[in-house]
């Protein structure tokens, strides 16, 4: 079988406040971090000054040439008020651009349009600056995927149920390798995860001949009788920016692409979709909540001493994936035939063979967790091929009070 790297690390608990109150999702790259952000307020920061020459000329601060219309006083501060919006939405940053950068070109147009013949060329700065505040807005605003993954985020975490400490009663029924795990792992001893916010980045691919776009992520998953699991990619898909909406909330999953966060590329929904999230989540408990692998959602069947099969139930779904460990008892591969590949709109659905191979494992505070892998489709006609790695930079738990 073939194997290709894959990376999660690093995991350190947090207060229940903290989580919480976690509302900051991600932000795309381009007109934020990208020198595209920084090349867009340069433009508009320029147009901004190039406004106060309307404040001079009226206030006869100096003769300019450029300027051959007369400007009013009255007009010469409405120049000022547009320069100082138009700058100021220059350097707000992107997630509040849309809030501003609307009204600053309404204000800059204004004054552009009566002094026409001299101040034209203004028209194509503030048509930048709309399209900023667009995109911004459909970035960040109301109806955009950041906005509904708080809004999800902060509805979830206020269902987490309190924590139980992870005891060797609680291990009794499971096979021997997955004991060892939890053991190994350090679960042990430590309370059962009730919800996780990590945060990702990696690359991806929609094929094994396609090319591999980069992303950041962040994810959030609760744990208890009805849980959810949140994820929101923000990738570049050939230069431009994409945004990925994973949902799986009251038993029912969705997976969302934009393009621009405006053009939607895929919409997948549905019974099959469902099924196919119910495998990623359970490989989210193996992988970054172990302690979670005694509920009794889980029913296990153990194989030899180093390899176990699980079979998940949520909700109306059973999903089954076999587990290999190494020697040591941590966890190398994950195995499920439950999971689907989806057409390229989502529209379609093809069951495949799925794992994560794991390759190198880490200690993060008490425990000690796979690190390193990727996710691979094994068709049944053709190679295999990975077309997600991942390298986990932050993953945080709630420490609720625990009980025994």
Known sequence: ???????????????????????????????????????????????????????????????????????????????????????????????????????????SQVVIVCAWSDAKAGTVANLILLIGAVYSYAAWGGSSFRAEYAREVARVLTQVPQAALLTEADMAHLPSPVQQYLRVSGALGKPRPTSLVARWKGRIRGGATEPWMDFTAEQVNTFGSTPARLFLMDATMKGLPTDVFHRFVDEQATFRVRLLSLVPVVDAKGPEMTHSETVTMFNDICLLAPGRLVDPSIRWEAIDGSSARAFYTQGHETISAELHFDARGMLIDFMSDDRAAASKDGSSFVRQRWSTPLTESRRYGDLLLPSTGSALWHPKEGPSFSYIELVLLELRYEPSAATK
């Not at 595209?36 to 406004?51: A, E, M, P, T, W």
């Not at 409405?78 to 320069?83: E, I, R, V």
């Open 1 to 107: 079988m073939s194997r290709a790297s894959h990376a999660r690390k690093c995991r350190q608990p947090i207060s229940a406040t903290q989580v919480r109150s976690h509302t900051a999702p991600l932000g795309p790259r381009i007109l934020y971090s990208d020198p595209v952000r920084y090349l867009f307020s340069i433009v508009v920061f320029l147009h901004g000054l190039i406004h106060l020459l309307g404040l001079v000329k009226a206030m006869g601060w100096a003769e300019l040439s450029q300027l051959k219309l007369p400007i009013s006083r009255p007009m010469g501060l409405l120049w000022l008020l547009a320069g100082l919006l138009v700058m100021l939405a220059a350097l707000v940053p992107m997630s509040q651009l849309w809030k501003l950068g609307v009204a600053a070109a309404i204000v």
